[in-house]
């Protein structure tokens, strides 16, 4: 019987560290800014005339930046906020920042706006006439026509759409081949779509993206379909990217980038080789003391902290955890907690054996015994973890999640693994003695 439960104790060790290797092969744990290198932007929200930098605006500025480098397939991107009015963007990975930065940084504020041409000399037109005979709203700019080069002077009477009312928006070509963006309104922006290009037959509908015209088409006849095409000389990168920013929205606010920082890889290379070479130090003298102190006990503990640690890379990974600098330390943090727990049960295991006990109930008896004060302990140390985790920076935040981790991979290798190696041993009639040399000095 006691044959048949102890292989079942280690195939269950097998299948942890089966499990534990198989994720990490699967599942690589991505990287931070800090160890593989990339980009760093810092962007500050602006107040203008009509727009505030308020609680909401910057929750929507967030969001919009999401969803704008998410299209852009960065590999785990940090976005978080910083003060009142800042939101830093961390692009591991990405060493040339330009597309990024004109991606993120533009408002992306699309504008459908009735217009017509100017009539003669547009600088004879007085400001006063053009709201008389046009509207309010009207005012005259000049846009250089793409087929012919010249520039015209154009009247923009009422803006009748704006990005909010697409459905949609895609890459495409125009009838001659050139890259285009194909649009779809919404229902009720097809509507208004349709009324427009009704009254606005030969004339132009001018497309504005923040406040530029792009593009001037004439009507030619009325679109009740809903879609329609943008076109302005651009590149098939520069339709791809604006494709991005009508997808994601404009933003709530306009923002200016106020700090730039490129971290090389090699810097963040020489922090890996430092961190490995620190671990297995530290592993190489914590498993020595184990084994000098507390014999075999100290030796099972070794074989538990070497299943540890690919078990806490395993569930960060499974996770989707972005592995820091500072998470390093949290995990290495985690191995000394690890041994802890490990040195409690021990203390307690012999003053059980030192009591006259048999060695299966002292071992039962130091783990019962040892588990309120590692729990305590602990407990204490993940409050303090996700205190900093709510807290702090992005950075603090990766040391907290892997210290969390790991004090909880701890519980599991000290309170399961150690215990069922332990009872293998006595199942196994391998130490049956509690004065036994192997047990303590």
Request: hydrophobic fraction near 45%; charge should be neutral; proline fraction near 4%.
């Amino acid at each position: 019987m006691s044959k048949n439960i102890n292989q079942l104790r280690l195939l269950a060790i097998l299948a942890v560290i089966g499990v534990s290797v198989y994720l990490l092969v699967k599942m690589p744990i991505t990287l931070g800014l800090d160890l593989q290198g990339g980009t760093r932007l810092v962007y500050e929200g602006q107040e203008t005339e009509k727009v505030k930098v308020t609680e909401d605006a910057m929750a929507g500025v967030v969001a919009v930046i999401r969803n704008r480098i998410d299209a852009l397939g960065v590999t785990e991107p940090t976005i978080q906020r910083k003060g009142k009015n800042q939101v830093i963007v961390e692009l591991p990975g990405i060493k040339d920042p330009e597309r990024a930065i004109k991606i993120i940084g533009d408002t992306a504020l699309l504008e459908f706006v009735e217009a017509e041409w100017s009539p003669g000399d547009a600088r004879t037109i007085s400001e006063e006439k053009l709201k008389e005979f046009y509207g309010p709203e009207a005012r005259l700019e000049t846009f250089k026509e793409e087929k012919e080069g010249r520039e015209r002077a154009i009247i923009l009477k009422k803006t009748v759409l704006m990005g909010a009312d697409l459905k949609g928006a895609w890459p495409g070509l125009d009838q001659y081949g050139n890259p285009v963006v194909d649009i779809e309104f919404n229902s009720k922006g097809a509507q208004i779509f349709s009324e427009v290009t009704s009254r606005s037959v030969g004339k132009p509908i001018a497309i504005l993206l923040d406040k530029r015209i792009i593009s001037a088409p004439n009507v030619r006849e009325p679109i009740p379909s809903g879609k329609a095409q943008i076109s302005g000389n651009f590149s098939v990168e520069e339709v791809q990217d604006l494709v991005i920013k009508l997808k994601a929205g404009a933003l709530p606010i306009p923002v200016k980038l106020v700090e730039t920082r490129i971290v090389g890889p090699s810097l963040g290379k020489d922090s890996i080789d430092r961190s490995k070479v620190a671990g297995i130090i530290g592993f190489a003298l914590v498993a020595a003391f184990m084994i000098l102190y507390y014999r075999l006990p100290g030796f099972l503990a070794d074989i538990a902290l070497a299943i540890y640690v690919p078990l806490v890379l395993a569930i960060l990974s499974l996770l989707h955890a972005t592995l820091t600098l500072p998470g390093i330390a949290g995990f290495l943090l985690s191995i000394g907690m690890a041994v802890d727990a490990n040195v409690i049960i021990f203390e307690r295991l012999k003053e059980e054996l030192r009591s006259g006990k048999t060695v299966k109930a002292s071992f039962d008896a130091s783990f019962e015994r040892a588990f309120s004060a590692i729990l305590d302990s602990n407990v204490t140390t993940v409050i303090a973890a996700v205190t900093l985790f709510f807290v702090g920076t992005g950075t603090i935040r990766g040391f907290a999640i892997t210290l969390s981790v790991g004090i909880a991979a701890s519980m599991f290798t000290a309170l399961t693994l150690t215990h069922m190696m332990m009872n293998m041993l006595v199942d196994g009639k391998l130490v049956t003695k509690p004065d036994s040399k192997l047990l303590y000095k």
